[in-house]
């Protein structure tokens, strides 16, 4: 029993990237109304690389926590050294004495992940733990599964703790005024050449090769908005992204490249003040979505369809029907998937459904 003195101390478990952590943002509402006025403490994983981004670059400054704490990852690790690294853990975890963990891992958990983390959060005197049973799991033929996020609050709730209906969670990123000012200050070093124009986000990178549209698509899509609705693209993505956006800024001959030059809330800043975004399933796809920002995204097929999909309503979502769907590759040779979306159509589609937001009275 705690006593009415000591503050409850609740360790977040989650890992993955930008999108898998925009994801778990309904849960940690739910969770911060649940418990209240305690300290909250996130365990995460950090890639060795310099380049990969955590999920402290999403959630530092927002408010969500008292305190990051990290474990080593790395593509180069085995199963059996990334247990390891869990392990490494134990002291600290054990000094810290948490009472509660909540756990908020992707859907895409095995079980036999799901057993060890038990015996390790456990082993550290961890004794009331959400989120780690209620794993919904839907037949593969049904059309729509549930959406990841609502995946992810479907396990809090089966422990107990409310959350909003399936469909209607809200994503608060809690921007501040660093990040205004930032974004403020890097537009005015640019000029004002996107003044009085339709800002649009491009977003053509994604980390696995398997959800990349082409190049070319994403310069025939922007040469043709350009050129009748008059739009100033803004380039989004990592500093792998950069040159790629070049390429695009120089066959549009106009626009911004923020890839690699802002932050990820800074990235989340800038996204909101975009007419809508165009882009693969990526993390700014998820930012975009998360401010509000209407989504025109372009899916593979390698997943089940809507669980990643831009959460709420107004989005647009190209994805063709195929054989090898829910292939789950990260690479694809011929990639036919997204090969059958083709820019005319996406364009067509922008026209029909954003033309409050093209020509508006």
């Not at 961890?126 to 959406?147: F, K, N, T, W």
């Not at 469909?167 to 890097?186: I, M, P, S």
């Not at 800002?199 to 053509?204: I, L, N, Q, R, S």
């Not at 029909?352 to 009275?361: K, Y």
Request: net charge positive; glycine share 8%; with cysteine.
């Amino acid at each position: 029993m705690i006593g009415s003195t000591k503050k409850l101390k609740v360790l977040v478990f989650h890992i993955g990237q930008i999108g898998d952590s925009v994801m778990i943002l309904p849960a940690l509402q739910a969770v911060k109304n649940h418990f209240g006025d305690a300290e909250y403490t996130l365990l995460t994983d950090r890639f060795l690389t310099s380049d990969r981004i955590s999920s402290a670059h999403l959630f530092a400054g927002a408010g969500f926590f008292d305190r990051f704490l990290f474990f080593p990852k790395s593509t180069r690790l085995n199963a059996l050294l990334q247990a390891v690294s869990l392990i490494w853990l134990v002291p600290r975890l054990w000094l810290l004495q948490f009472h509660v963990l909540v756990y908020l891992t992707p859907s895409r958990r095995s079980r036999r992940q799901i057993d060890r983390d038990r015996r390790l959060f456990r082993l550290v005197g961890i004794r009331d733990i959400y989120g780690m049973d209620g794993y919904v799991r839907r037949s593969e033929d049904e059309a729509m599964p549930l959406h990841e996020a609502d995946l992810i609050l479907a396990r809090l709730k089966a422990d107990g703790i409310p959350v909003p209906p399936e469909g209607a969670a809200e994503f608060h990123l809690n921007l501040g005024q660093d990040e205004k000012k930032f974004v403020d200050d890097w537009f005015q070093s640019l000029g004002h050449q996107h003044s009085g124009k339709i800002v649009v986000a491009f977003a053509p990178g994604a980390k696995m090769q398997a959800k990349r549209w082409d190049v070319a698509c994403f310069s025939t899509l922007g040469l043709r908005l350009i050129k009748k609705y008059d739009i100033f693209p803004i380039v989004f993505g990592g500093s792998q992204d950069r040159e790629l956006a070049q390429m695009l800024l120089q066959s549009w001959r106009r626009g911004y490249n923020a890839a690699g030059v802002l932050s990820v809330r800074q990235t989340a800043e800038a996204l909101s003040r975009c007419a809508f975004y165009i882009g693969n399933d990526s993390g700014p796809m998820h930012l975009a979505a998360a401010v509000n920002t209407r989504c025109v995204a372009i899916f593979s097929a390698r997943d089940a369809q809507g669980k990643w999909h831009p959460y709420g309503a107004g989005h647009l979502v190209f994805r063709s029907r195929i054989k090898c769907e829910g292939c789950l590759l990260e690479y694809c040779e011929h990639r036919s998937c997204l090969r059958r979306i083709k820019p005319l159509v996406v364009f067509r589609a922008i026209e029909s459904e954003l033309q409050d937001i093209l020509a508006p009275d």
